[in-house]
């Protein structure tokens, strides 16, 4: 949430260096603690004044030292407690005494703002988003901004601190730091009041704001919904796909989006989205009319509108892969699951989630329709496309061949195959957990610089753009495989546990028709002379391609739709 209502607005282009920068937030704790203990006040007062400045910055800027620091249980009150009572050690007389009142004052007014931004993120209407929009409709601009004012280490608040700390050490001397400190205790209440009011003020417009919104998604009279809940900025590769694809289809609907970080990464689109956090939001906007649900990923939130019985809840995913992922047991609490072909049916069944067969509706993938209908010329000079898949969260899912195999298979092709052309995409998921994959993009994105090589994540091109005009496929056991699979061309799919190729292919059915590239690189250059060459792989992978990704005359869009405006004629008869 804290990403979706920041924006990076500090003036200076060093701002989110500093903010970034740890040692920079670490220093002046540190420098503070040695001039309280010499007893020096001067100095220790511009070393508090550095820490709140500091940040304040960090957290304006959203940065991910801030992030971690609070993870850790240091959240910004707590951090500018500390930071008063180390000053206070240096100050003494009256000054130190009024100091501390006036500091109690401030952090107590900020502890109960940041208490009432977590209720107000709790009690918030669900709010209409405009992907790609430069500013926000109201009444989420509002929202936002009132958010946005309450988290991290408000400007009002490090204003506060920095007058009381300033009056602390003027006020044994000086009539002025009373003033100051007297100016501090103001401010922190004037915030706190302020906010407060503008607190009541959204909260008295929100049942107004909720149902003006219904209206106007009632006005597009929808047929179905998506419900968009997933790991930390994940819509960018999961829900962005979908989104052509629900452009295309006659039938309106909308996204109901459960977590504010899925927001902004969202590609434009004509359906509707709507930020609904609270099972009580999404109760509202899942309106009368609505008769069909889809989801895109597995996950706990699912159950908020899985209980409702009056909607037919249908599992799309995002991809379609031998991945443990694609045979999910889960799938068993939907009412059908839409797949790209019968090799994810027969996925299922070798897993032993025995859903009846009219449960399955094949719909191809929609998504690469385009490279289905395309007609390609080699270019000059080839594109090896390199695209290795997420690191996997655990071992089963564990196929990504980036840290273990990348930097070395990127080094073999520029070294020698100087007449290819190489592009180099990674998962969006690579390097959440493990730093290794983090150190071989970079390596990478390193060897690439410069020439005619292209780094696809500094461009505006999208994978179906890639796979479009990719002459040979790198990855790994991957939807990439299945989807590129449309153009008829040549894979080289990586096998980093070094599997016997009769094992390989009996594990990864859908690999058949790729070259198999084992850990070590051996015979690299003549799979991929061969993948350029007369491909005698061929002829199995085009046996393939209806297999995984349908045998369907009209196209997987059209199949789509089909699909779509049958289960949405079940309106009224409560579902399955």
Same mark, same amino acid.
């Given at each position: 949430a804290r990403a979706a209502a920041r924006r990076s607005w500090l003036p200076l282009p060093a701002a989110r260096w500093l903010s970034d920068n740890f040692l920079l937030l670490l220093v002046p704790y540190?420098?503070?603690a040695v001039a309280v203990l010499s007893g020096a006040a001067w100095p220790a007062l511009g070393f508090a004044l550095l820490a709140i400045g500091f940040d304040w910055a960090a957290t304006r800027e959203d940065s991910a030292v801030a992030r971690i620091v609070d993870t850790a249980g240091a959240v910004p009150p707590l951090r500018a407690a500390v930071t008063a009572l180390l000053l206070a050690g240096t100050l003494a007389g009256p000054g130190r005494t009024g100091f501390v009142a006036v500091a109690v004052v401030v952090v107590?007014? +900020?502890?109960?703002?940041?208490?009432?931004?977590?209720?107000?993120?709790?009690? /918030?209407?669900?709010?209409?988003?405009?992907?790609?929009? /430069?500013?926000?409709?109201?009444? &989420?601009a509002g929202y936002a901004r009132f958010y946005r004012s309450l988290t991290g280490t408000p400007g009002p608040f490090a204003l506060a601190l920095a007058l009381a700390m300033v009056g602390g050490i003027l006020a044994a001397s000086n009539w002025a730091g009373w003033l100051l400190l007297a100016a501090?205790?103001?401010?922190?209440?004037g915030t706190a009041a302020t906010?407060?009011?503008a607190f009541r003020r959204l909260l008295g417009r929100a049942e107004a704001d909720t149902e003006a919104l219904l209206?106007?998604? /009632?006005?597009?009279?929808?047929?179905?919904?998506?419900?968009?809940?997933?790991?930390?900025?994940?819509?960018?590769?999961?829900?962005?796909? +979908?989104?052509?694809?629900?452009?295309?289809?006659?039938?309106?609907?909308?996204?109901?989006? @459960?977590?504010?970080?899925?927001?902004?990464?969202l590609r434009a689109t004509r359906v509707p989205v709507v930020y609904a956090p609270s099972p009580r939001n999404l109760e509202r906007v899942t309106l009368p009319g609505i008769p069909v649900a889809f989801y895109l990923a597995y996950g706990e939130r699912n159950a908020h509108l899985l209980r409702d019985p009056s909607l037919a809840h249908v599992m799309l995913l995002?991809?379609?892969?031998?991945?443990?992922?694609? #045979?999910?047991?889960?799938?068993?609490?939907?009412d059908?699951?839409?797949?790209?072909?019968? #090799?994810?049916v027969d996925r299922y069944l070798a897993a032993g989630v025995d859903l009846a067969p009219d449960r399955f509706v094949v719909v191809g993938r929609p998504q690469v329709e385009p490279l289905l209908r395309a007609d390609h010329v080699r270019a000059e000079p080839p594109v090896v496309f390199y695209a290795p898949t997420f690191e996997g969260y655990y071992q089963e899912t564990?196929?990504?061949? &980036?840290?273990?195999?990348?930097?070395?298979?990127?080094?073999?092709?520029?070294?020698? @195959?100087?007449?290819? @052309?190489?592009?180099?995409?990674?998962?969006?998921?690579?390097?959440?957990?493990?730093?290794?994959?983090?150190?071989?993009?970079?390596?990478?994105?390193?060897?690439?610089?410069?020439?005619?090589h292209v780094v696809v994540d500094r461009t505006d091109l999208s994978l179906v753009d890639c796979l479009a005009r990719a002459d040979v496929l790198v990855s790994d056991v991957s939807s990439v495989v299945s989807d590129f699979l449309a153009t008829r061309r040549p894979v080289l799919v990586t096998n980093p546990a070094g599997l016997a190729p009769d094992e390989f292919t009996a594990r990864y059915p859908s690999q058949r028709g790729s070259y198999l590239v084992g850990p070590d690189l051996a015979g690299f250059d003549d799979l991929l002379t061969a993948a350029l060459g007369d491909d005698p792989l061929r002829t199995e992978r085009e046996a393939l391609v209806g297999y995984l990704l349908g045998d369907l005359p009209d196209g997987p869009q059209a199949a789509f739709d089909a699909a779509l405006a049958r289960i949405s004629a079940r309106t009224g008869d409560g579902g399955a």
């Open positions: 540190l420098g503070l107590l007014a +900020w502890v109960g703002l940041t208490g009432l931004a977590t209720g107000f993120s709790r009690s /918030a209407p669900p709010l209409r988003f405009v992907p790609g929009a /430069a500013t926000q409709p109201e009444p &989420l501090a205790a103001l401010v922190a209440l906010s407060g009011l209206a106007e998604l /009632a006005g597009g009279q929808p047929r179905y919904l998506v419900h968009v809940s997933l790991g930390a900025g994940q819509s960018r590769y999961i829900v962005n796909q +979908w989104l052509p694809v629900l452009d295309a289809t006659p039938a309106n609907g909308l996204l109901a989006v @459960r977590e504010a970080s899925q927001l902004a990464p995002h991809g379609d892969s031998d991945k443990a992922t694609s #045979a999910n047991a889960q799938a068993r609490g939907f059908e699951v839409w797949v790209a072909g019968q #090799a994810a564990a196929h990504s061949s &980036l840290d273990t195999m990348g930097p070395a298979l990127v080094r073999h092709l520029l070294a020698h @195959r100087p007449e290819v @052309r190489v592009w180099f995409k990674p998962h969006p998921a690579s390097g959440v957990v493990r730093s290794s994959m983090l150190a071989a993009i970079s390596e990478i994105e390193g060897l690439l610089a410069g020439g005619d």
